[in-house]
């Protein structure tokens, strides 16, 4: 069988290209594995040449050394590919197959996954609900920073595209459903976005830039994101959005009155997650409760709030004890006296994924392009996370195996 390769992370700041074993239908021992999914079986799982899988936020919270991710981890939970191989149980997942594979690892068995909430599988992970690929403390499912990939519960897990020609076309675009695409409206649709909606987008990454972008497609009348950084604001604007450059010194409800002429808006969305940084004179100072604290700030009473942003219970790098655990100083009184509803946790993906789909191939959205999709090798990787941990507004796109820049 063919050799394979992945990205793994060697310690804070350092990831780089290894030989890996090629994937097999059983998980095997190897950095991060829970030791009660040594040797699980996957007769329910395909192996795919991965066309594409991408670089995201949340693998940089791990490579900055803000979790307690071991060293040798391959990293990647955003992948595309080829199914190449299938499992005995799997019925209609075929060899040959051109698939999205939601990040969230879901049995499709168990009463969350029944219910939809597959972000919180029950039988993935032996240590909590919900599992993800070449993520820290998900069960070790290998990630798909590689070459080839093993996704368990195919006939559950995967979205085949109707026409691969086509999808190949628009695969810059496809390749967001994973995560980021869904992630995004996610955010947004929790916070109540709608028609004629103003929705505030705290962060311009690509998951805060996939969410203006979807609150757009879910026709909000004005979309204002907030950065600390001027190339993500550009980005931003490239698409039709407003801007406020959080390291300025007007009060964010005061900046959010200058374009709307009240100081409020109907949805806001947490984009950033635990490494927010304060605003002003503060920009250059990490605080937690930040982002959380200025949506609860800024959005009318009886509204919603959509809180994709990254939140973990093990930060060794926090600015101080309790965030350490994930306990961070929110103002949870004005949330309260406000009647706010916050939506958290990982996106369920197949709550969504097949529709926006549906959107790319009609043309409806041109999600690659709002977050700017930049195609790299697999070899290029680790310049690819220096260039995004110093706040590159790109959305890296690896292409291991060259099919993309040749579609």
């Known amino acids: 069988m063919a050799d394979n390769r992945g990205i793994a992370y060697m310690g804070t700041g350092k990831v780089e290209v290894q030989d890996i074993p090629f994937p097999e239908l059983v998980l095997r021992d190897g950095p991060g594995v829970h030791p009660a999914n040594i040797g699980r079986e996957a007769p329910h799982g395909a192996i795919l040449k991965v066309v594409s899988t991408n670089i995201c936020g949340s693998d940089q919270h791990m490579v900055r050394g803000r979790t307690t991710a071991p060293e040798g981890l391959i990293l990647g939970h955003e992948i595309t590919g080829e ?57 070790g499912w290998v990630g798909g920073q590689a070459e080839y990939a093993l996704v368990p519960y195919a006939d559950w897990n995967l979205l085949k595209f109707p026409d691969k020609d086509q999808a190949m076309a628009k695969i810059k675009d496809l390749t967001m459903l994973s995560d980021i695409f869904p992630t995004g409206f996610h955010g947004a649709f929790s916070a109540g976005v709608g028609p004629g909606s103003t929705v505030y987008v705290a962060g311009g990454g ?19 994101v907030g950065d600390l950084i001027p190339d993500r604001l550009k980005q931003a604007q490239s698409f039709g959005c ?12 005061d900046q959010i009155e200058q374009i709307l002429g009240v100081p409020e808006v109907d949805a806001a969305v947490d984009c950033v997650g635990f490494e927010a940084r304060g605003h002003g004179a503060s920009a250059d100072t990490e605080m937690p409760a930040t982002v959380l604290n200025s949506i609860m700030e800024v ?18 790098g926090a600015a101080d004890e309790a965030a350490k655990v994930g306990s961070l ?34 043309d409806r959205v041109q999600i690659g392009k709002a977050v ?36």
């Not at 830039?209 to 009348?221: D, E, K, P, R, V």
Request: with cysteine.
């Open 299 to 316: 959005t009318r009473a009886g509204a919603k709030l959509g809180i994709p942003g990254l939140y973990v219970t093990g930060d060794p």
């Open 83 to 139: 199914v190449i191989e299938t499992g005995h149980d799997v019925e209609f997942i075929k060899k040959g197959d051109l698939v999205s594979v939601p990040f969230n690892i879901a049995c499709g068995r168990c009463r969350n996954c029944k219910e939809g909430h597959t972000g919180v599988c029950l039988n993935v992970n032996p240590d909590r609900p919900g599992s993800a690929y070449g993520y820290v403390d998900m069960g």
């Open 206 to 224: 690509p998951v805060g830039l996939a969410c203006a972008h979807s609150a757009q497609f879910l026709g909000a009348a004005v979309v204002i």
């Open 329 to 362: 100083s929110i103002r949870i009184g004005l949330g309260w006296a406000k009647s706010h509803v916050l939506t958290t946790g990982q996106c369920p993906v197949m709550r969504y994924h097949r529709q926006l789909m549906q959107a790319i191939l009609h």
């Open 242 to 253: 407003e801007t406020v450059d959080l390291r300025q010194d007007a009060e964010l409800p």
């Open 372 to 407: 700017n999709a930049t195609i790299v090798s697999l070899d290029e990787a680790p310049a690819g996370y220096r260039d995004f941990d110093k706040g590159a507004s790109k959305k890296y796109v690896l292409d291991p195996h060259g099919l993309v820049a040749a579609a």
